[in-house]
């Protein structure tokens, strides 16, 4: 019966463990753009995700982890792709994405809907830690 | 004189049908919800359980990550530039140069590690940046 609880703590544990990763995003995002050393403000936030990128941890309607640029100067295709690849190079920040239940890492502009997307676990060598 | 009726002393007790439903729609919710993530961590290696919770709580330098974003790109172009071997004559140079041209390919998107090249460069082959 006490494991039932430990499930339950450990559940709110991971939502407020995803919150913490985004807030710690945005505000690294924030003081790099207020110190001049980035051109764009970027902005974390969890968006619906793709289906066919889930895997065993997905959250339901929840797996989108989208970099969205949301001022300044703004970025071309080229920029998106970078940003993306940078992210998925840092593997602690790989495997903890994929734990904490986001597939699709989307990486967008603030004009429109032109963005890119990466499914998280084709991106990261994270050697057998999904069936 | 009419005499009024006696209240029926009789209680009645009102169930509230939808609530006690709702509740049952509840709970059948919640053990489905706990049923799929069961059923999800059957999936999961057994040895790398302990990996999944490091991984789950582990710290990431944010900073690190923004420095990698803003600034790699730029370091990457005057290293690649800088260190590329057709540069030199001297045979002992090329090799030199060739060693850190690879090391910065493999790091192009570390801004960290780009900067401990940069000095490694200045060191070696006397670039000045």
């Given amino acids: 019966m006490w494991y039932r609880f430990i499930d339950i703590a450990d559940w709110f544990g991971e939502v407020s463990e995803r919150y913490k990763v985004m807030r710690e995003f945005n505000k690294a995002a924030k003081y790099a753009f207020i110190s001049g050393q980035a051109l764009t403000l970027l902005q974390a936030k969890t968006t619906l995700g793709d289906s066919n990128y889930k895997h065993s941890f997905s959250k339901w309607l929840s797996g989108g982890f989208r970099i969205k640029a949301l001022s300044g100067k703004s970025l071309p295709k080229n920029d998106l792709i970078e940003i993306g690849r940078i992210v998925l190079d840092n593997e602690p920040l790989v495997r903890k994405l994929i734990a904490l239940g986001w597939d699709t890492l989307e990486v967008h502009d603030d004009k429109g809907f032109q963005g890119v997307k990466f499914p998280l676990k084709e991106h990261a060598n994270i050697g057998g830690f999904l069936n | ?129």
């Fill in chain 2, 1 to 129: 004189m009419v005499q009024e009726p006696e209240a029926a002393l009789e209680t009645t007790t009102n169930f509230n049908w939808w609530l006690i439903l709702a509740i049952i729609q509840f709970i059948t919710i919640a053990f489905l919800f706990y049923r799929n993530r069961k059923l999800k961590l059957a999936l999961v290696n057994p040895d790398k359980f302990d990996e999944l919770k490091v991984a789950k709580t582990s710290d990431i330098n944010m900073t690190d990550l923004m420095d990698n974003i803003n600034n790699s790109r730029d370091d990457y172009k005057i290293l690649s530039r800088k260190c590329h071997p057709d540069r030199f004559q001297n045979e002992e140079d090329k090799i030199k140069a060739d060693d850190l041209f690879q090391e910065v390919s493999l790091h192009k998107r570390n801004h960290a590690k780009l900067a401990e090249l940069k000095i490694r460069a200045e060191r070696e082959l006397n670039i000045k940046f």
